[in-house]
T-cell receptor
Framework: GAVVSQHPSRVICKSGTSVKIECRSL??????MFWYRQFPKQSLMLMAT?????????EQGVEKDKFLINHASLTLSTLTVTSAHPEDSSFYIC??????????FGSGTQLSVL | KQEVTQIPAALSVPEGENLVLNCSFT??????LQWFRQDPGKGLTSLLL?????REQTSGRLNASLDKSSGRSTLYIAASQPGDSATYLC??????????FGKGTHLIIQP
């Protein structure tokens, strides 16, 4: 079946540094990828929709200059958390839209900002 | 804006019982409804996907139903096992609009 690879699975960084998370569709092309964020005991919240070759569409309240999304190819989207702060600590997960409108999820990235 | 609610928030039952998890959504204009399983510290595992034109889907001991008109879906788990312990997420939407998730039902199956 379709597989989405997300790396890294866990990141611990100092406040002020930038962190890049990669999301790859391994055996299918994904024109649309989504980035979600989940705080403890909260539901997954959509951050942005990423379309290959165009600018990402951000949900209300998500800072586009802080969460940089690049979808340069049909198999790769990246999320860069710029100048990360402790409040950005969260579980980030990507998904890719495959056939039959089904979403395939990466394994997630647990970001901890000290 | 789509809102998804899951009831109950937590459930603990003895092994072997059949159980039902509930999900409701406010906007019936959805492409599909999906049920996921989330294990601690891990990503999501897709369990069942119901297209908007379908009423139910079955996979092994799992059965999910969809009633778009009432904005409801249920996930039925038969003969529960300790390995079923996880958080179960319901998500509505699909297509290019992504999904809106509920907060999940934290399920514990007691051995």
């Amino acid at each position: 079946g379709a597989v989405v690879s997300q790396h890294p699975s866990r990141v611990i960084c100092k406040s002020g540094t930038s962190v890049k998370i990669e999301c790859r569709s391994l055996d299918f092309q994904a024109t649309t990828m989504f980035w979600y964020r989940q705080f403890p005991k909260q539901s997954l919240m959509l951050m942005a929709t990423s379309n290959e070759g165009s600018k990402a569409t951000y949900e209300q309240g998500v800072e586009k200059d802080k969460f940089l999304i690049n979808h340069a190819s049909l198999t790769l989207s990246t999320l860069t958390v710029t100048s990360a702060h402790p409040e950005d600590s969260s579980f980030y997960i990507c998904s890719a839209l495959g056939g039959s409108e089904k979403l395939f999820f990466g394994s997630g990235t647990q970001l901890s900002v000290l | 804006k789509q809102e998804v609610t899951q009831i109950p928030a937590a459930l603990s039952v003895p092994e072997g019982e059949n159980l039902v998890l509930n999900c409701s959504f406010t906007d019936s204009a959805i492409y599909n409804l999906q049920w996921f399983r989330q294990d601690p510290g891990k990503g999501l595992t897709s369990l069942l996907l119901i297209q908007s034109s379908q009423r139910e889907q079955t996979s092994g001991r799992l059965n999910a139903s969809l009633d778009k008109s009432s904005g409801r879906s249920t996930l039925y788990i038969a003969a529960s096992q300790p390995g079923d312990s996880a958080t179960y997420l319901c998500a509505a939407g699909g297509g290019a609009d992504g999904l809106t998730f509920g907060k999940g039902t934290h399920l514990i199956i007691q051995p």
